[in-house]
């Protein structure tokens, strides 16, 4: 690639004359400080997104419109990446996992791409919001019930982490014991701690998913899906579900809790009649969940946004980037207010965003009804955020409140570990019983 090299003072954290690293403390502390210098070298610039690992970073809004719709010169088959064929990217790097190839929709090009996307669009479409509506209050009232009488809460931990979990663990059918293993293989991919382990914890909690629902189908995502017309493969629903269930919880996750961080620090939205949707609206154009994602790959060399590319150098664009861009500006208070990226666009925009919005709000506001005094414990900038490209999210959100009515229920610990629906034997069970499926099926059933 042809890079021009701007004369601006890069943020700290970012030396000057080279790519521009997009992961440690001082990028997590002000990645738009990273954007607007990004900016300086045009709509694309040089990044690093781990040590040893370069991409480009596109930063325009318009240019990443170009690139997202453009299936001609831009492919998604991960198998492409050329420098990771050509063995310059560290295959432990922590990125790997989640660039690197999968038989998934994420990474499939033309025919192969329309049948994938069409089993997953037509799936998703059988998911009743009613249905979605009562689970997700569910699950919103057995977390509050667990650190509701405290008075106080960690909301990342305590609350915008599990819950989108535990509602795609009932949609898609997951017994405890695969659940709980399902959730602790997707934070590890996304947080790049053990990234590769926790892949492999994924893949085959979810491959015993599949072998659990071809022989017993219910009325779920899973049996859904594999009773699509396109009749996926065993591998093909693995991978296809880990994708469902990956893309769809640790973003939710993010755009939970930064939503309320904004609610916290903005006020005006509790004044004005506590305007959830315009919160969630304005998180993901200023701060959205997956910041930096949508890898591509040139099909051949190319010039684009006045750079030339080689056949396989990774491009990547960056919605977080493009939704603040200056020229967006004037179009953004005239016009609507979701046209930004934390969606994606083009062909393999964001299939779930329907249910990811109806979740976000129903957990948010359900809070809010049950506890309305809850405020942030602790100042604005004592909060850290979690680092790397792909994940905007808090390591924690401190709250404070006053305490609720000790529940009725018993704590799961003080419940009998009993429960049909898990079918557990052996090591399974002793894992499952302890996991937070686990215990919010108790919960459910006691």
Known sequence: MDATTPDAVPPPGCPAHAAIPLYGPDFAADPHAYYEYARTYGPTAPVELAPGVDATLVTDYATALRLLQDNGTFRKDGRRWRAFNEGLVPPDSPVVPLLAYRPNAMFSDGAEHLRLRQAITDTMSRIDTSRLARSTEQISDYLISQFGSRGSADLMADYAKQLPLFVFNELFGCPADIGDRILFGISGMFDGINAERAAEVLFGAVGELVALKRSRPGDDVTSWLMQHETRLTDEEMVYQLSLLLGAGAEPLRNLIGNTLHRIFIHDEYARQGGLLDEAMEDTLWENPPVPN????????????????????????????????????????????????????????????????????????????????????AVPENSLTWRPGPFTRGLTALPARFTPLPAPDRLSAADRAPADDRTEQSGTARKAGSTGGWSRFLKWLTS
Not at 338 to 349: N, Q
């Open 293 to 376: 994602l949508a890898p591509h790959y040139p099909a051949a060399d190319v010039e684009f946004a006045g750079q030339k590319f080689q056949r396989g150098d990774l491009i990547m664009v960056s919605f977080a980037a493009a939704n603040t861009s200056p020229s967006l500006a004037a179009a953004r208070q005239s016009g609507s207010n979701r046209s930004h990226l934390a969606w994606s666009a083009g062909p393999h925009a964001c299939p779930s965003k329907d249910p990811a919005r109806q979740i976000t709000l129903s957990a948010i506001e359900n809070l809010l009804n049950r506890i309305p005094d809850i405020a942030a």
